[in-house]
């Protein structure tokens, strides 16, 4: 069973067949400068519906690989939502995650939001020296396949293609052919 509509959701439905077992949950609080206690509110509340109604399948949640090291509200939510999966779950993978890239998905996100604001020629403000990591949404489905009989455990995915934030800034201005 695969719950969402979005970039994450959309990448496991390729092959939703072989998710008999699993609940793929791809749905809620994807913005992590979300602060709407309502949007926290209503994740808890499907999650804590999900998995009550499927205690036999594994549950699948993607948190953020950022979650141990960041101080948001939304950082915290996401460890909120671990540990209550941790604790309401028969079975479950929590999958720690950095950035996901693929065609589409949630303009919050980093790489679309860039891309906004280089074509709109709007201000974009960038740290020096600040990386992160991304990961294409294909190799994320790959990743949990191949972690599909992992149980009742988290998994950290970092590293991948990390790249320093203004570099990305150039290379997103390179592909639209408009400077950032």
């Keep these: 069973m695969i719950i969402g509509n979005g970039l994450l959701a959309n990448g496991f439905l390729k092959d939703e067949s072989i998710y008999n077992n699993y609940i793929i949950f791809a749905s809620g609080v994807s913005n992590s400068k979300e602060n709407d206690e309502l949007n926290f509110k209503r994740e808890k509340e499907l999650i804590i519906k999900t998995i009550n109604e499927n205690k036999n399948l594994i549950f699948i949640y993607f948190s953020s690989i950022l979650v141990s090291i960041s101080n948001n509200d939304y950082y915290r939510h996401k460890l909120d939502i671990e ?33 906004h604001a280089i074509l709109n020629e709007e201000l974009i403000i960038a740290y020096e020296y600040v990386k992160r990591s991304l990961l294409d949404i294909d190799d994320l489905v790959n990743i949990v396949n191949f972690c599909k009989h992992i149980d009742n455990n988290t998994v950290y995915i970092s590293g991948i293609e990390k790249i320093d934030v203004c570099d990305l800034i150039n290379k997103i201005g390179d592909i639209l052919n408009k400077e950032p």
């Design 83 to 115: 540990n209550l999966i941790k604790n309401q779950a028969n079975k479950y993978i929590i999958f720690r995650i950095p950035q996901v890239i693929g065609k589409n998905g949630n303009s919050n996100n980093l790489v679309n939001y860039l891309k």
